[in-house]
Protein backbone atom coordinates (compact mmCIF):
# COMPACT_ATOMS: atom_id res chain seq x y z
CA UNK A 1 0.00 0.00 0.00
CA UNK A 2 2.64 2.55 0.69
CA UNK A 3 5.95 2.98 -0.67
CA UNK A 4 8.85 0.98 0.48
CA UNK A 5 11.25 4.21 1.56
CA UNK A 6 8.06 6.52 2.45
CA UNK A 7 9.72 6.98 5.75
CA UNK A 8 13.24 7.26 4.60
CA UNK A 9 15.51 9.80 6.39
CA UNK A 10 13.17 10.06 9.37
CA UNK A 11 14.20 10.11 13.26
CA UNK A 12 11.18 8.35 15.46
CA UNK A 13 10.90 8.28 18.97
CA UNK A 14 8.52 5.76 20.17
CA UNK A 15 6.99 5.97 24.47
CA UNK A 16 6.45 2.28 25.24
CA UNK A 17 8.40 1.27 21.68
CA UNK A 18 9.58 -2.25 23.56
CA UNK A 19 6.30 -3.90 23.27
CA UNK A 20 2.28 -3.83 22.38
CA UNK A 21 1.27 -1.30 20.14
CA UNK A 22 3.88 0.41 20.32
CA UNK A 23 6.53 -2.46 18.95
CA UNK A 24 3.89 -2.92 16.39
CA UNK A 25 4.01 0.67 14.98
CA UNK A 26 8.14 0.39 15.27
CA UNK A 27 8.23 -2.51 13.54
CA UNK A 28 5.75 -0.58 10.20
CA UNK A 29 7.93 2.33 10.29
CA UNK A 30 11.38 0.27 10.39
CA UNK A 31 9.92 -1.43 7.07
CA UNK A 32 9.12 1.84 5.89
CA UNK A 33 13.16 2.92 6.26
CA UNK A 34 12.30 4.85 9.42
CA UNK A 35 15.05 5.25 12.00
CA UNK A 36 13.76 4.33 15.12
CA UNK A 37 14.69 5.24 18.73
CA UNK A 38 12.37 3.43 21.41
CA UNK A 39 12.19 4.21 24.44
CA UNK A 40 10.62 3.02 27.83
CA UNK A 41 11.59 1.43 31.57
CA UNK A 42 12.79 -2.36 30.59
CA UNK A 43 16.29 -1.89 29.19
CA UNK A 44 16.30 -5.58 28.71
CA UNK A 45 12.90 -5.29 26.97
CA UNK A 46 13.76 -2.83 24.43
CA UNK A 47 16.78 -4.60 23.78
CA UNK A 48 15.40 -7.41 22.59
CA UNK A 49 12.51 -5.82 20.83
CA UNK A 50 15.48 -3.57 18.97
CA UNK A 51 17.37 -6.68 17.65
CA UNK A 52 14.51 -7.98 16.13
CA UNK A 53 13.85 -5.34 14.48
CA UNK A 54 17.39 -4.99 13.11
CA UNK A 55 17.34 -8.67 12.22
CA UNK A 56 14.15 -8.71 10.43
CA UNK A 57 14.28 -4.83 8.61
CA UNK A 58 18.05 -4.13 8.91
CA UNK A 59 16.97 -1.13 9.88
CA UNK A 60 18.90 1.87 12.23
CA UNK A 61 17.43 1.06 16.15
CA UNK A 62 18.82 2.30 19.29
CA UNK A 63 16.79 1.83 22.52
CA UNK A 64 16.45 4.49 25.63
CA UNK A 65 16.17 3.83 28.91
CA UNK A 66 13.93 6.83 30.35
CA UNK A 67 11.28 7.21 32.97
CA UNK A 68 9.37 9.50 30.79
CA UNK A 69 7.02 10.10 34.30
CA UNK A 70 10.17 12.56 35.34
CA UNK A 71 11.00 15.32 33.51
CA UNK A 72 14.34 15.41 34.24
CA UNK A 73 14.93 11.95 33.00
CA UNK A 74 13.20 13.15 29.25
CA UNK A 75 14.70 16.28 29.07
CA UNK A 76 18.38 13.95 29.60
CA UNK A 77 16.86 11.76 27.04
CA UNK A 78 16.37 14.60 24.28
CA UNK A 79 20.05 15.71 24.71
CA UNK A 80 20.99 12.27 23.79
CA UNK A 81 18.74 12.51 20.93
CA UNK A 82 19.29 15.28 19.32
CA UNK A 83 22.91 15.45 20.29
CA UNK A 84 23.08 12.30 17.66
CA UNK A 85 20.72 13.98 14.91
CA UNK A 86 17.59 16.13 15.30
CA UNK A 87 14.49 13.83 15.70
CA UNK A 88 11.97 14.19 13.48
CA UNK A 89 8.96 12.29 14.76
CA UNK A 90 7.59 11.99 18.38
CA UNK A 91 4.84 9.22 18.76
CA UNK A 92 3.49 9.78 22.40
CA UNK A 93 2.55 5.40 22.65
CA UNK A 94 3.43 5.02 26.64
CA UNK A 95 0.03 5.26 28.83
CA UNK A 96 -1.17 3.15 31.86
CA UNK A 97 -4.82 2.24 32.89
CA UNK A 98 -6.68 -0.69 34.68
CA UNK A 99 -10.41 -0.91 35.36
CA UNK A 100 -12.06 0.22 39.00
CA UNK A 101 -14.93 1.83 40.59
CA UNK A 102 -13.40 5.38 40.93
CA UNK A 103 -14.55 5.85 44.35
CA UNK A 104 -11.67 3.69 45.69
CA UNK A 105 -9.28 4.96 44.01
CA UNK A 106 -6.44 6.39 46.35
CA UNK A 107 -4.43 8.98 45.13
CA UNK A 108 -1.61 7.58 44.07
CA UNK A 109 -3.29 5.07 42.11
CA UNK A 110 -4.65 7.92 40.15
CA UNK A 111 -1.64 9.58 39.76
CA UNK A 112 0.01 5.80 38.61
CA UNK A 113 -1.94 6.65 35.22
CA UNK A 114 -1.49 10.81 35.12
CA UNK A 115 2.08 10.31 35.62
CA UNK A 116 2.94 8.55 32.47
CA UNK A 117 -0.35 8.97 30.57
CA UNK A 118 -0.68 12.89 30.69
CA UNK A 119 3.03 14.41 32.10
CA UNK A 120 5.03 12.33 30.39
CA UNK A 121 3.56 13.12 26.96
CA UNK A 122 3.33 16.86 27.79
CA UNK A 123 6.65 16.40 28.99
CA UNK A 124 8.06 14.51 26.02
CA UNK A 125 5.80 16.67 23.57
CA UNK A 126 7.35 19.79 25.23
CA UNK A 127 11.07 18.37 25.23
CA UNK A 128 10.91 17.97 21.75
CA UNK A 129 8.98 20.47 20.45
CA UNK A 130 11.32 23.22 22.19
CA UNK A 131 14.69 22.04 20.49
CA UNK A 132 12.59 21.61 16.97
CA UNK A 133 11.91 25.53 17.07
CA UNK A 134 15.17 25.76 18.41
CA UNK A 135 16.81 24.71 15.54
CA UNK A 136 14.43 25.37 12.95
CA UNK A 137 13.79 22.26 11.96
CA UNK A 138 10.25 20.74 11.28
CA UNK A 139 8.60 18.12 13.64
CA UNK A 140 5.74 15.72 14.00
CA UNK A 141 3.81 14.90 17.32
CA UNK A 142 1.67 11.76 17.18
CA UNK A 143 -0.35 10.96 20.13
CA UNK A 144 -2.06 7.30 20.82
CA UNK A 145 -5.12 8.49 22.14
CA UNK A 146 -8.60 6.63 23.28
CA UNK A 147 -12.53 6.78 22.08
CA UNK A 148 -12.93 8.17 25.89
CA UNK A 149 -12.20 11.54 24.58
CA UNK A 150 -15.50 11.44 23.07
CA UNK A 151 -17.97 9.11 25.32
CA UNK A 152 -16.09 9.83 28.36
CA UNK A 153 -15.82 6.04 29.81
CA UNK A 154 -17.12 4.94 33.36
CA UNK A 155 -14.28 2.89 35.30
CA UNK A 156 -11.24 4.35 33.63
CA UNK A 157 -11.50 7.79 34.67
CA UNK A 158 -8.40 8.75 35.05
CA UNK A 159 -7.18 7.49 31.79
CA UNK A 160 -10.33 9.21 29.70
CA UNK A 161 -9.19 12.41 31.75
CA UNK A 162 -5.52 12.00 30.76
CA UNK A 163 -6.02 11.16 26.96
CA UNK A 164 -8.67 13.80 26.78
CA UNK A 165 -6.28 16.21 27.95
CA UNK A 166 -3.69 15.37 25.66
CA UNK A 167 -6.38 15.80 22.78
CA UNK A 168 -6.13 19.71 24.38
CA UNK A 169 -2.42 19.51 23.59
CA UNK A 170 -2.82 18.21 20.29
CA UNK A 171 -5.07 20.35 19.38
CA UNK A 172 -3.60 23.75 21.26
CA UNK A 173 -0.33 23.39 19.73
CA UNK A 174 -1.20 22.80 16.15
CA UNK A 175 -2.46 26.33 16.01
CA UNK A 176 0.66 27.53 18.11
CA UNK A 177 3.51 25.45 16.92
CA UNK A 178 2.13 25.00 13.21
CA UNK A 179 3.31 27.81 11.66
CA UNK A 180 6.78 26.92 13.05
CA UNK A 181 6.36 23.63 10.83
CA UNK A 182 5.31 21.19 14.22
CA UNK A 183 2.03 19.16 13.25
CA UNK A 184 0.50 17.89 16.19
CA UNK A 185 -2.12 14.56 15.36
CA UNK A 186 -3.77 11.84 17.36
CA UNK A 187 -5.09 8.29 16.86
CA UNK A 188 -7.88 7.09 18.76
CA UNK A 189 -7.44 3.28 18.98
CA UNK A 190 -10.27 0.97 19.58
CA UNK A 191 -9.65 -2.58 20.54
CA UNK A 192 -6.18 -3.55 19.36
CA UNK A 193 -5.39 -6.76 21.66
CA UNK A 194 -2.34 -6.65 23.82
CA UNK A 195 -1.38 -8.52 26.36
CA UNK A 196 -0.75 -5.70 29.28
CA UNK A 197 -4.07 -3.62 28.10
CA UNK A 198 -6.04 -6.67 28.05
CA UNK A 199 -5.09 -8.25 31.35
CA UNK A 200 -5.57 -4.38 32.75
CA UNK A 201 -9.00 -3.44 31.28
CA UNK A 202 -10.44 -7.17 30.33
CA UNK A 203 -10.20 -9.20 33.69
CA UNK A 204 -11.93 -12.57 34.10
CA UNK A 205 -15.24 -11.84 34.24
CA UNK A 206 -15.59 -9.18 31.91
CA UNK A 207 -17.78 -10.15 29.15
CA UNK A 208 -16.47 -12.68 26.04
CA UNK A 209 -18.11 -11.48 23.39
CA UNK A 210 -17.29 -7.87 23.31
CA UNK A 211 -15.32 -8.03 20.00
CA UNK A 212 -19.01 -9.21 18.43
CA UNK A 213 -20.55 -6.07 19.31
CA UNK A 214 -18.32 -4.14 17.16
CA UNK A 215 -20.23 -3.06 14.16
CA UNK A 216 -17.61 -4.53 11.84
CA UNK A 217 -17.62 -7.69 14.04
CA UNK A 218 -13.82 -7.88 15.47
CA UNK A 219 -10.83 -6.14 17.17
CA UNK A 220 -8.72 -4.18 15.45
CA UNK A 221 -5.67 -5.72 13.85
CA UNK A 222 -2.44 -4.33 15.06
CA UNK A 223 -1.10 -3.85 11.54
CA UNK A 224 -4.04 -1.80 10.74
CA UNK A 225 -2.78 0.52 13.44
CA UNK A 226 0.73 0.84 12.47
CA UNK A 227 -0.43 1.51 8.77
CA UNK A 228 -2.52 4.63 9.84
CA UNK A 229 0.10 5.81 12.29
CA UNK A 230 2.93 5.32 9.42
CA UNK A 231 0.61 7.76 6.93
CA UNK A 232 -0.43 10.18 9.46
CA UNK A 233 3.86 10.65 10.45
CA UNK A 234 4.66 10.58 6.97
CA UNK A 235 4.98 13.73 4.49
CA UNK A 236 2.38 12.46 2.82
CA UNK A 237 0.15 14.08 5.56
CA UNK A 238 1.57 17.08 5.55
CA UNK A 239 -1.70 19.08 5.93
CA UNK A 240 -3.49 17.16 8.57
CA UNK A 241 -3.00 19.10 11.69
CA UNK A 242 -4.96 19.43 15.04
CA UNK A 243 -6.89 15.96 14.45
CA UNK A 244 -7.54 12.57 15.89
CA UNK A 245 -8.66 10.04 13.74
CA UNK A 246 -10.88 7.29 15.32
CA UNK A 247 -10.00 3.88 14.22
CA UNK A 248 -12.44 1.22 16.35
CA UNK A 249 -14.68 -0.25 13.38
CA UNK A 250 -17.67 2.34 14.63
CA UNK A 251 -17.52 1.27 18.02
CA UNK A 252 -17.64 4.65 20.01
CA UNK A 253 -21.13 5.01 17.52
CA UNK A 254 -22.37 1.90 19.98
CA UNK A 255 -21.05 2.40 23.52
CA UNK A 256 -18.26 3.80 25.80
CA UNK A 257 -17.13 0.44 26.28
CA UNK A 258 -17.70 -0.05 29.98
CA UNK A 259 -21.15 -0.77 30.07
CA UNK A 260 -21.06 -4.17 31.01
CA UNK A 261 -18.92 -3.35 34.41
CA UNK A 262 -22.41 -1.34 35.26
CA UNK A 263 -23.73 -4.76 36.06
CA UNK A 264 -20.63 -5.86 38.35
CA UNK A 265 -21.71 -7.15 41.69
CA UNK A 266 -19.44 -5.54 44.77
CA UNK A 267 -18.05 -9.20 45.11
CA UNK A 268 -16.58 -9.11 41.52
CA UNK A 269 -15.05 -5.70 42.77
CA UNK A 270 -13.82 -6.68 45.94
CA UNK A 271 -11.98 -9.84 43.11
CA UNK A 272 -10.71 -7.05 41.08
CA UNK A 273 -8.78 -5.14 43.74
CA UNK A 274 -7.33 -8.23 45.74
CA UNK A 275 -6.00 -9.58 42.68
CA UNK A 276 -4.48 -5.73 41.44
CA UNK A 277 -3.06 -5.78 45.25
CA UNK A 278 -1.37 -9.06 44.39
CA UNK A 279 0.14 -7.86 41.04
Known amino acids: MFEKNLLKGKRILITGGGSGLGAAMGRRFAELGGELIICGRR ?4 EQTASAMRS ?10 CDIRDGGAVDAMMDR ?11 NNAAATFIAQSEHLSFRAADAILAPTLHGAMYCTLAAGRRWIERGHKGVVLSILSTSTITGRAFTVPSAMAKSAVLAMTKSLAVEWGPKGIRTVAIAPGAFPTPGATGQLRPKGREESWA ?8 GDHAELANLASFLISDQAGFINGEMV ?9 SSGAEDLLQWTEAQWENQRAARAKN
Open 43 to 46: LELL
Open 212 to 219: DRNPLGRH
Open 81 to 91: VFGAAPLDVLV
Open 246 to 254: VQDGGSHLR
Open 56 to 65: DYGSTVSVER
